[in-house]
């Protein structure tokens, strides 16, 4: 299995919606894009599926080295020899991917956010800096569209976290900031026994549609001139906000119990639609 052929298979098992936004991209780009999500995937998975923390914390430390050996044209593992021809063409930053290591291993460092300030670092690292790399490989021409992929990275998430409330909650983690649960007279313990009340309701209505604000502030500041080269970012942005809108449709107390995801017809489905006519 060439390194290449390693990235596409972690990206295929995954079934991520991002996955599906860049099957359309031109095969230079899709190369590139497949193995920076497949280094994303690497780094969430020894949080998710290490149970032993010191060796999460050492694995992770390893990464941080590989990416120095990738930077200095000698990686070892098939993902960063997969981006190794990729920095010669896109302007990816080494202390972007350090960023993304530094997101995960926050989930090793606090299990609660005191505020959606606090969370916000978190989501910067684990997605705002993944959209600004994503649009360096998409390309473009004005720097607003910066601005927009650090927005787009901030809704994704927020949307990432709204989806797996309850399957967060099984690993003793929760993401919702602490005074918002006080806000809306939530205790933590209502979430982590999965209680589905009306309090729960209303405040999951607002982070809804705070993450609806930020795909509407990302689209506002997305220069006209690189709409078209960000499209797959524009595609994936339309299979996350249906998924937004399933589980508001749904009752978006459900979360709790069960992970909401669109099947693969209906991603790629989207993915085309949004393709071709925006």
């Known amino acids: 299995?060439?390194?290449?052929?390693?990235?596409?298979?972690?990206?295929?098992?995954?079934g991520s919606s991002f996955y599906y936004s860049f099957r359309f991209l031109p095969e230079e780009k899709r190369r590139a894009i497949t193995a920076l999500y497949a280094f994303c995937r690497e780094?969430?998975?020894?949080?998710?599926?290490?149970?032993?923390?010191?060796?999460?914390?050492?694995?992770?430390?390893?990464?941080?080295?590989?990416?120095?050996?990738?930077?200095?044209?000698?990686?070892?593992h098939p993902v960063t020899r997969a981006l190794l021809p990729v920095l010669k063409t896109f302007n990816l930053s080494r202390e972007h991917f350090l960023e993304i290591i530094d997101g995960m291993e926050m989930d090793l460092d606090q299990a609660r956010y005191a505020s959606f300030k606090d969370l916000q670092l978190y989501c910067y690292r684990v997605a705002s800096v993944v959209g600004l790399m994503a649009a360096e490989i998409f390309g473009y021409t004005d720097r607003k569209t910066l601005k927009y992929a650090h927005d787009l990275g901030i809704a994704f998430q927020l949307t990432n976290i709204i989806r797996d409330v309850g399957e967060d909650a099984r690993r003793g983690r929760l993401y919702l900031p602490v005074d918002e649960l006080q806000r809306y007279?939530?205790?933590?313990?209502?979430?982590?026994n999965f209680r589905q009340t009306a309090e729960f309701k209303s405040l999951m209505a607002f982070q809804i549609d705070r993450a609806e604000q930020y795909y509407r502030q990302a689209f506002e500041q997305l220069p006209k001139a690189d709409r078209k080269a960000q499209r797959p970012g524009l595609l994936m942005a339309a299979i996350y906000r249906a998924t937004l809108a399933e589980i508001r449709r749904d009752g978006a107390d459900k979360v709790l119990n069960q992970r909401l995801s669109l099947t693969p017809i209906r991603k790629l489905w989207l993915a085309w639609r949004t393709w071709w006519f925006g």
């Open 1 to 14: 299995m060439t390194p290449d052929q390693y990235c596409e298979d972690k990206a295929a098992k995954s």
């Open 43 to 76: 780094v969430d998975d020894v949080v998710d599926e290490t149970h032993d923390e010191g060796v999460a914390r050492t694995t992770l430390n390893w990464w941080r080295g590989e990416v120095d050996q990738l930077y200095a044209g000698s990686p070892q």
């Open 185 to 192: 007279n939530v205790p933590a313990a209502d979430v982590f």
